[in-house]
């Protein structure tokens, strides 16, 4: 199975990544090793710019034809006519240090440009060229003959530290004085899984170390703080995951 995008940063920051398949351990440390190459963080020198310019300009001055002038070439056809030969008309060229000019605001970022590609490159390729959304359920919940008038809904949304529960539901009192609501997800085989604790349910952010793909049951408990972590088995709201994406 393919390594997460967590798991491609994580190694690229250094860390040690067991999920990393060969291949993607061998693109991510050839990345690493342009990365860390002296010269790709370098900045040309301040006065590159001005010496390649001139450098060109002087080369331009040395070449036969002088194109850039016209003159030569106008005196040429002139020539051609009056011998009766074909004249291949010229196209006009630019001088070119007006050439040049367009080019040099490349010079001008250097090594900025360098290493902004190259920070490019490793997200692109950090991030897989993807991009996935996150494994995601909802489900709307009920209240119970307990708590008739309640109702919500929840999504549930797996990231790296597991399942974020997000419930927001009504009709359920503030509980206070050692009295709480306790969140449970149950599997098929009937076994709870606590998923936190709250007073009110009206923005409540949960989580769950179990994977909602097995575990889809939800339920709200009412529980009384007196040192027994089992469910009270008094359920105010339930609803059952469904997969969105």
Known sequence: MSASDN??????????VES???QERAELDELLRALEAPGMWVEPDPGLED???????????????EEATGAPAEDA??????????VVPLAPVRPARARWRLRRP????????????????????ALGGSSRAPLQFAMAVTGTPLAPGAHGSATLT?????????LSARGLPHLQNGRYY????????????????????????????????????????VQQANGNPVSSGRRVLVGIAHQIR
């Open 7 to 16: 798991d491609r940063i994580s190694y690229l920051s250094g860390e040690t």
């Open 20 to 22: 990393l398949t060969p």
């Open 51 to 65: 010496r390649v310019v001139a450098a060109i300009a002087a080369e331009v001055a040395r070449a036969p034809g």
């Open 77 to 86: 056809a002139r020539a051609a006519a009056a011998q009766g030969r074909p």
């Open 106 to 125: 490349v010079f001008a970022l250097g090594g900025l440009a360098t290493a902004a590609a190259a920070i490019a490159v490793a997200l692109v390729l």
């Open 158 to 166: 797996k990231t790296e530290s597991g399942w974020r529960i997000d």
């Open 182 to 221: 306790q969140a449970w997800l149950k599997n098929p085989a009937g076994i709870l899984v606590p998923v936190g604790t709250f007073n009110d349910a009206l923005h409540v952010t949960l989580w769950s170390g179990a994977p909602v793909t097995q575990f889809r049951a939800f339920s709200v408990t």
